[in-house]
């Protein structure tokens, strides 16, 4: 294999690695993230101590709470001077250990239905056509028990009712199931993929430092565009928002679930950038004397004796 044609197979390589390193990166945390049921509540724990997402949450029980009091009683001469009564109370029950669990639960019934839905595991699937449903009473469940051990008055005499809440639509439903197969085959197979690719790269090159050197920006590079490729998505993403859902609250949601992402993108471009230095400096210290002019040589000769003046006269003739 020529030296010409080795330089060529091994950029192209090199190229198509660090270009499947953003994917890679992306499939991977979606993988082993998102499909996570421990990982994903871990994730959105802190969520329920943001001001945001509470006062979302305080304004959107407090309305429930007014609309069931309205099936059962006429309460619309009072609601204006109840509501900031209800949503108060909802407020201060946000900042208590009991909403913290129910947080948390509820966010794992909810993430473990879709899983099952996308996995098509069996019964929990629902019936063929049918939406994915969640039903809400193991929460209320968890709230009920975690109050009365606190000795909250009456507490015990919270009803727990079955509320199902549909989270996945029956039409999406085999459209999901089919990407979250791919993404579960692209999650491992995409950075073995982008590893072997460099690898075999840099092997195949004539100057394999500087094979070295090019892997390094290159994963640089394919960090720095995940980092931006976040941050448009974010801003996208804000942007085709529907009215009633408040932009704070899908913003911290967001930034929570891209925090690892965004931190795996900073690491390659630290990587990158500290590899391709490294191997730059290094080349630098090492490099080998240049070979000396004729005419410096002959000026550094020792001086030649009488003697060896006339045998080198001698060999000439």
């Avoid at 060529?8 to 945390?29: E, K, N, Q, Y």
């Avoid at 727990?160 to 579960?184: I, N, S």
């Avoid at 974010?234 to 009215?243: I, V």
Wanted: net charge positive; aromatic share 6%; hydrophobic share 45%.
């Amino acid at each position: 294999m020529s030296p010409r044609f080795r330089s060529v197979v091994s950029a192209a390589l090199i190229a198509l690695a660090c270009l499947l390193v953003p994917f890679g990166a992306t499939a991977a945390w979606a993988a082993y993230t998102l499909t996570d049921t421990g990982r994903y509540v871990t994730t959105m724990a802190p969520l329920a101590a943001d001001p945001d997402v509470r006062e979302a949450i305080a304004e959107a029980v407090g309305d429930g709470i007014l609309r069931a009091a309205d099936q059962r009683m006429d309460m619309s001469p009072v609601r204006a001077s109840v509501r900031p009564f209800v949503r108060d109370a909802v407020r201060s029950f946000t900042r208590t250990p009991a909403f913290r669990l129910a947080w948390d639960t509820g966010n794992r019934i909810t993430h473990d239905a879709v899983l099952r839905a996308l996995r098509d595991e069996g019964p929990a699937t629902g019936a063929p056509g049918a939406a994915v449903t969640v039903d809400l009473a193991p929460v209320t469940a968890r709230v009920k028990q975690q109050l009365t051990q606190d000795h909250v008055p009456l507490a015990a005499r919270i009803p727990v009712q079955h509320t199902v809440v549909p989270v996945l639509p029956a039409g999406d439903l085999t459209r999901f199931r089919k990407g979250y197969h791919m993404l579960e085959v692209a999650g491992f197979w995409l950075p073995v993929a982008a590893v072997v690719l460099a690898s075999a790269g840099i092997a195949l090159a004539v100057s394999r430092r500087r094979a070295i050197v090019a892997t390094s920006l290159g994963t640089a590079l394919g960090g720095a565009l995940l980092a931006l490729a976040l941050t448009v998505g974010r801003a996208l993403t804000l942007a085709d928002l529907p009215p009633d859902v408040p932009h704070p609250v899908a913003a911290a949601v967001y930034d929570t679930l891209t925090a690892t992402l965004r931190t795996v993108s900073w690491l390659l471009l630290t990587l990158g950038v500290t590899v391709a230095l490294t191997t730059w400096l290094t080349r630098r210290r090492t490099r080998p004397e240049e070979p000396r002019k004729p005419e410096e040589k002959r000026k550094n000769r020792p001086p030649t004796s009488p003697d060896q003046v006339q045998e080198d006269g001698r060999a000439q003739v």
